[in-house]
């Protein structure tokens, strides 16, 4: 099935299946303009605010830094540097609270800000055109930028697809089809030229045969300007792409299906079908690192909830303390029943607010009492299927959640498990309000534990093997050496180490034998005899055997 | 601050629960419960009433035996659902014994010893049914006409002593108010070698069922479109049972019409209507992946065929039902979609 809905670029689009109509609630904090946060008193950075590996810090104690100093740099291939994201002074690097939801610290880099920003003196302006695309990854990669969808790969990673995939389609995800969240949304009302300017460069640096811009039909007017912008810009391959609102279309398979109807493959990447998505937001960072040469030092923040006094969208340096955004944002209206990082439908609960905002922190919902009231008892499943109708992944997910209760890993894993995007869909439809989701991820952690657990006995099975072989060696060495021993010694009899007591009765003892065969053997008394004597021997015989043989009467 | 509650995504109720959905089922029964009491009197009613005391009765006390709370269980109405249907598939003037034993049988050994709701491989109403055709054949045949067809009508406390005390009102007799069912009739005329244009000359006769018979069909039919409607029930399942057993009908139809009836008659008959929208659609004991729904559907009208044409019984929803049951698993697992971005599944 396909629809065409674009009245200025009809664009086939297509179906993915299940899905889910939710409630917007995203007129909470879509209606006013962004309002830039001043740089707060600390600024709590973390190291790790992407996937792959923590950043290094390379500043200490005590020094100054700069806005956009580079403060810590990435380590390892799939990682990114971090950015003083105002000027001031290093006071400490440790462990602080974190967004995370176990709640647990990790390492961040604490500025006492000084109130001045001061920026160093910015490098000539070049025209990026005459820059090759590994050099504007570079700068990309050095400018801290990860997936501001919340994903927060590292997009110098994503974009350096390999030579061996050639892009064809490039697409912008503006889709932002999680409740509550409006910050793509107010971006592109209001900075669509950095998008346009951001899109300019990926499509210099990634030669796509057309770029898809996909908004959902709930943003009419950032859909307007969007069509303006890229109309005006000349863009001639880019397309403004209006998509049913469906949770989850943001999804990244999801919107690939919905654009081209193709599928990413279960175990590849959509470069291997030609295809690359970024995120709105994280184009519109691109175009500043390469334009201003402004690494990602904020991000615009939806701050909502009924909880929230002035709910809406700030601009807010990386490293805010989320306690200093919301007091700015007049602070809280009452007393907040939870504070979720991210959407409804997939963000995690904070434990406080004294974590500090990061590069993937797209939305704060405090919510005010009974708004999203938790589901408290679970009923047993009743195999209805109302989970298997919503999910966007085709797989089953009663089968799945009674493969986890029973902790069959093996048959989980057969029912495709690791294909689950963790949407949220079939845990929102089912009636016996099952935390279906929370199974799945139990599942998912049991399964890489056991894979690292075996690894570690492998490991250790490795090691147990080459201990046992080195020893084995090592024995046979020592035998080795003491048959040699042996055997030399066994040539050289006149070693010091013989005693020479034993070696003076050896040779007595040759001696006396030696004596004992020189010296004639003595003559017995039947030797050497006449024949006369003979003679008398054989008579004497004769007579002996006569009188045996008969007896006296 | 004060402390925050902690939870795993996705946040916020589901609009949907286990109660609301058998309220639903419930409600969608109320025409056909209404027009069968109209057709068969009272005694409907009080098989209902009776069977659903009865089964909330038994639930709580195998609750009480496992030591399991009684809330959850007793307020998801599973239980009121198992009864009213056991209380519409038995004849309006059954023995009250009868109808305990069958909801007893239902509730403790079908659902409950399994595991109560969501774990019982066989659908609890219809287990009690099939036990209670093959241990008390004559009782649960013995049928009342529908009203047009009768100058007798119980009133509400004859019906009841009639079941209570197995006590008839003065100069009737059980042979004279009961009556076989038309599929039954249908059965034993065909059983004698008549041919259809005779045996529907009889006025036990309506369009294409039985008169009053087909009437009930219709207003479970119609229930059914209401659960449709609410999405409490997918349409795999009627769909292709009802499609299956009018597909087996049309086949014999065609080949030779004086001996098999038209292929509406099998829909509008016994229990077929009720049996595709409420029965086979039970999700717990049901196939639940889209496939093999069809799969499951169609097999259940062809047994219902198959039973009804050649069997030993004159209905066969119930045995069909639970033979299929026993398959559910089976073709749930070889009929797994196929999930997204996987190439057509290898089977191995």
């Given at each position: 099935m396909s629809f065409s809905n674009n009245l200025h670029h009809p664009q086939r689009l297509w179906h993915f299946h299940g899905g889910l109509h939710l409630e917007e609630c995203k007129a909470l904090s879509n209606g006013t303009e962004i309002r830039p946060m001043p740089a707060p008193e600390k600024l709590y950075i973390p190291l790790a605010q992407h996937i792959g590996g923590p950043a290094e810090a390379m500043v200490s104690i005590g020094e100054t830094v700069l806005s956009g100093q580079k403060i810590g740099r990435a380590q390892g291939y799939i990682s990114a540097p971090v950015h003083a994201s105002s000027s001031g002074r290093v006071i400490d690097i440790g462990d602080y609270p974190v967004p995370h939801p176990s709640g647990l610290s990790a390492p961040c880099i604490v500025i006492q800000t000084d109130g001045e920003d001061r920026w160093p003196q910015p490098p000539a302006s070049e025209n990026y055109s005459s820059l090759q695309s590994g050099e504007l990854r570079e700068r990309i990669r050095e400018a801290g930028i990860a997936g501001l969808g919340g994903a927060l790969f590292p997009t110098s990673v994503k974009l350096n697809a390999g030579p061996e995939h050639k892009i064809s389609t490039l697409i912008i995800n503006a889709v932002e089809c999680e409740p509550y969240i409006s910050s793509d949304d107010r971006l592109m009302r209001e900075q669509s030229a950095d998008i346009i300017n951001g899109i300019r460069i990926l499509m210099h640096m990634l030669k796509p045969e057309r770029c898809l811009l996909a908004i959902e039909d709930n943003k009419p007017q950032a859909l307007d300007i969007m069509r303006q912008a890229v109309s005006e810009s000349g863009l001639k391959q880019c397309l403004v792409c209006k998509i049913?609102?469906?949770?989850?279309?943001?999804?990244e398979k999801q919107l690939i299906r919905i654009l081209t109807g193709k599928e990413v493959p279960w175990n590849g990447l959509p470069a291997n079908i030609g295809i690359l998505v970024q995120n709105v937001a994280t184009v519109a960072a691109i175009a500043q690192a390469i334009l201003q040469h402004r690494p990602l030092l904020s991000r615009i923040v939806t701050l909502t909830g009924q909880g929230i006094a002035k709910p809406g969208n700030y601009e807010v340096r990386i490293g805010t303390p989320l306690s200093d955004l919301i007091a700015f944002a007049g602070g809280y209206q009452q007393p907040p029943e939870r504070l979720i990082m991210g959407g409804p439908m997939m963000g995690f609960t904070l434990h406080n607010d004294a974590v500090p905002i990061t590069k993937g922190s797209n939305c704060i919902i405090a919510t005010g009492r009974d708004e999203l009231p938790e589901a408290v008892d679970a009923l047993a499943c009743t195999r209805c299927g109302q989970c298997e109708r919503v999910c966007p992944a085709q797989l089953l997910p009663q089968q799945l959640y009674w493969y986890a209760r029973a902790r069959d890993m093996d048959k989980i894993q057969d029912y495709n498990l690791f294909d689950c995007i963790e949407c949220g869909c079939c845990a929102h439809v089912c009636p016996s309000h099952i935390p279906l989701v929370q199974y799945y991820r139990f599942a998912k952690n049991e399964i890489w534990a056991k894979e690292e657990d075996k690894r570690k006995s492998d490991r250790a099975r490795e090691r147990h093997q080459a201990r046992e072989a080195r020893l084995a060696r090592l024995e046979q060495q020592r035998k080795s050496r003491l048959r040699r021993k042996k055997e030399a010694l066994n040539k050289k009899p006149g070693n010091k180490t013989a005693d020479p007591k034993k070696t003076a009765i050896e040779a007595a003892m040759k001696r006396v034998a030696e004596k004992k065969k020189n010296r004639p053997a003595t003559a017995a008394n039947t030797q050497n005899l006449s024949a006369d004597q003979e003679k008398q021997i054989q008579q004497a015989n004769a007579r002996r055997q006569a009188t045996t043989e008969d007896p006296p009467a | 601050m004060n402390a925050l509650l902690q939870h795993s995504s996705p946040h916020g109720t589901p609009q949907n629960n286990v109660t609301r959905m058998m309220l639903q089922v419930l409600l969608a029964l109320v025409p056909g419960i209404i027009a069968m009491i109209w057709y068969f009197g009272w005694g409907v009613l009080i098989n209902i009433l009776l069977s659903c005391s009865a089964a909330v009765f038994f639930e709580a006390l195998v609750l009480k035996w496992r030591k399991r709370p009684l809330q959850p269980a007793l307020s998801d109405l599973s239980a009121i659902v198992t009864a009213v249907l056991l209380g519409i598939a038995i004849p309006p003037l059954l023995p009250w014994w009868i109808t305990l034993i069958g909801i007893a049988f239902a509730i403790i050994i079908v659902k409950q010893l399994y595991g109560g709701l969501g774990y019982n491989p066989f659908n609890p109403a219809m287990a009690a049914y099939a036990l209670l055709l093959v241990s008390y054949p004559i009782q649960m045949t013995s049928w009342l006409p529908p009203e047009m067809l009768t100058d007798v009508h119980l009133s509400f406390s004859q019906s009841l002593s009639a079941i209570f005390s197995g006590i008839l009102p003065a100069g009737l007799s059980w042979d004279a108010i009961s009556m076989a069912t038309p599929l039954d009739d249908m059965r034993t005329q065909l059983g004698q070698s008549n041919m259809i244009s005779e045996i529907r000359q009889s006025p036990l006769w309506g369009d294409y069922g039985g008169r009053g018979w087909e009437w009930v069909a219709n207003w479970y039919f119609l229930g059914g479109l209401y659960l449709l409607y609410k999405r409490v029930i997918s349409w795999h399942i009627p769909v292709s049972m009802l499609a299956s057993l009018a597909l087996f009908g049309l086949i014999f139809f065609s080949l030779d019409p004086q001996s098999h009836p038209v292929p509406l008659f099998h829909l509008f008959s016994g229990g077929a209507m009720l049996g595709a929208f409420f029965i086979a659609t039970d999700p717990v004991t049901a196939c639940t992946t889209r496939k093999g729904q069809l799969i499951y559907g169609a097999c259940i009208g062809a047994l219902i065929y198959i039973i009804r044409s050649w069997g030993g019984f004159p209905d066969a929803v119930a045995f069909a039902v639970l033979l299929m049951n026993m398959a559910a698993p089976t073709i749930d697992y070889y009929t797994r979609p196929r999930t997204f971005g996987h190439a057509e599944r290898e089977r191995d």
């Open positions: 049913p609102t469906l949770y989850p279309s943001g999804g | -």
